[in-house]
């Protein structure tokens, strides 16, 4: 009876290493396929990561380009204003000041009914 019982608890203990072995195979099989999805998910992170870089270096360089062409344009629009500032004389300028206050009163006539000949 003694050999019975020892068969017995051999067949348990191999059966037990049998289980914890099946288990440790379907472990290892989890383990592959997490680290296959990790991989998968960091190759998307970087190549995500690739396609910004190549934008962010598109929106860069337009934006200096904007920034650029808006210097640019001031500059010319106050150079203008300088050169028109430069060529008015103060005779000048009082006839163009007088001009548009005419232009001014011939508006209030025309919105208070006046009508002109024609």
Do not use: W
Request: charged share 30%; with cysteine; aromatic share 6%.
């Amino acid at each position: 009876m003694s050999q019975l019982n020892s068969e017995d608890f051999l067949a348990s203990e191999i059966s037990s290493y049998e289980e914890l072995l099946a288990k440790s195979l379907q472990l290892q099989d989890r383990v592959k396929e997490t680290t296959i999805s990790l991989e998968a998910a960091y190759s998307g992170v970087i190549n995500a990561k690739h396609v910004f870089e190549e934008i962010k270096k598109e929106n860069i360089e337009e934006l200096r380009v904007f920034r650029q062409t808006v210097a640019r344009e001031s500059a010319e629009i106050t150079q203008a204003i300088k050169q028109l500032k430069s060529t008015l004389d103060a005779k000048s300028l009082s006839e163009l000041r007088e001009y548009v206050a005419l232009c001014e009163r011939l508006k209030a006539l025309q919105d208070a009914g006046f009508k002109f000949p024609g």
